[in-house]
């Protein structure tokens, strides 16, 4: 079976959320792009598609870090099948500064990988995206410096102006890919995925439960053939994330 990609024109993704707050997301990542899916199959009346849905604050897990979390989803209406692949990557540029010089929003620029990288401006009244040449970024300032001197400078995290962002959406993809290929060993259907993680890896050391994964439990979301992998990242944890050992 051939899929032949259209992109609808002029499909309104703001309407989800946007970064810079003008809409706030009211979902999760996996809902919105769900809902996004829906838009699309409604307005093109197809039955497969995909929508991507980026996230970027501290990283959960390490904290004080800037990270982007993408999320990419696959949805075939037809076959009932959901493939969701996900990635957390440190790998970002995401920040913001509040500024009152041209060489503070020059500095903040060169740090951000300007003008590759486009970023935004904003007063209490106006915002300004996708600004990516020096010229336009030293004019906008200028105009808003006149009338505040509360100005935020932001990177545009929106993928057609971050490159960085590209590349993650590309390692996000490239494991949806490696998903929709995992099919269930029992009915060849694509999408056998992990359902489950149970964690408590024995520590290494004193054997106390871990955070770590212990089992991973797969289930096909067409004929239900269930397979469990056990010690996927080995069979003992590093005493090092121990609570025991380490607390
Ligand atoms: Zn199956
Ligand atoms: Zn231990």
């Not at 029992?186 to 408590?200: A, L, Y």
Request: hydrophobic residues 35%.
């Amino acid at each position: 079976m051939q899929v032949i990609p259209i992109v609808i024109p002029h499909f309104n993704t703001d309407q989800f959320g946007t970064f810079t707050g003008e809409v706030e997301r009211a979902n999760d990542p996996l809902t919105t792009a769900r809902l996004k899916i829906k838009d699309a199959l409604r307005i093109s009346g197809e039955t497969l598609a995909v929508a991507s849905e980026g996230s970027f604050g501290t990283h959960p897990q390490i904290g004080f870090v800037p990270a982007d979390q993408e999320l990419l989803l696959l949805i075939d209406t037809k076959n009932k099948l959901e493939i969701v692949a996900s990635k957390i990557s440190t790998n970002t540029n995401y920040a913001q500064q509040s500024v009152t010089t041209w060489e503070e929003v020059r500095s903040f620029a060169k740090e951000a990988g300007f003008p590759s990288h486009g970023v935004t401006l904003r007063s209490l009244t106006t915002l300004h995206k996708g600004i990516s040449d020096w010229k336009l970024l030293q004019q906008t300032f200028e105009q808003l410096i006149v009338s505040t001197s509360s100005i935020q400078i932001e990177t545009d995290m929106r993928a057609i102006y971050n490159p960085t962002r590209m590349k993650v959406i590309e390692e996000t993809t490239q494991l949806l890919l490696d998903k929709i290929n995992s099919t269930c060993p029992s009915c060849h259907f694509p999408g056998f995925d992990i359902q489950e993680r149970v964690t408590g890896l024995p520590c290494r050391l004193c054997n106390s439960p871990t955070s770590f994964t212990f089992k991973l439990t797969y289930i096909c979301q067409h004929c239900s053939y269930k397979s469990e992998k056990l010690f996927p990242d080995g069979d003992s944890c590093d005493p090092m994330y121990c609570n025991e050992c380490n607390p």
